[in-house]
C-alpha cells in the first residue's frame, strides 16, 4: 500500500516537474522578446517575470532533488 501512494506522488511531482519548465520556457520567451524589442519596456512587470521566473527554477530543482532522493530510497 504504501508503495503506490509513494508511486502517486511521484507521479504527481513528475506532473508538476513538466508543468512548472514549460511555464519557465513561455516565461524566458516573454522576457527575450520584451528585452530585444522596440517598444518601451515596463520594467516593473519585466522584474515581476524574471522574479517568477527565478522562482519556477528553484521549485523545478527541488522537484528534481525529490524524485532523485525517492529513487535513492
Given amino acids: 500500500m ?3 501512494f509513494l508511486m502517486e506522488d511521484q507521479e504527481e511531482l513528475r ?3 513538466a508543468e512548472y519548465r514549460s511555464e519557465h520556457q ?3 520567451e516573454v522576457i527575450q522578446r520584451a528585452s530585444e524589442g522596440d517598444k ?5 512587470h519585466l522584474q515581476q ?3 517568477k521566473k ?3 527554477k528553484d521549485m523545478i530543482q527541488k522537484i528534481q532533488s525529490d524524485l532523485i ?5
Avoid at 532522493?69 to 530510497?73: F, G, L, R
Fill in 15 to 17: 506532473v508538476k516537474l
Fill in 40 to 44: 518601451p519596456v515596463n520594467l516593473l
Fill in 69 to 73: 532522493d525517492d529513487i535513492i530510497a
Fill in 26 to 28: 513561455a516565461l524566458d
Fill in 49 to 51: 517575470l524574471k522574479k
Fill in 2 to 4: 504504501y508503495d503506490f
Fill in 54 to 56: 527565478l522562482w519556477l
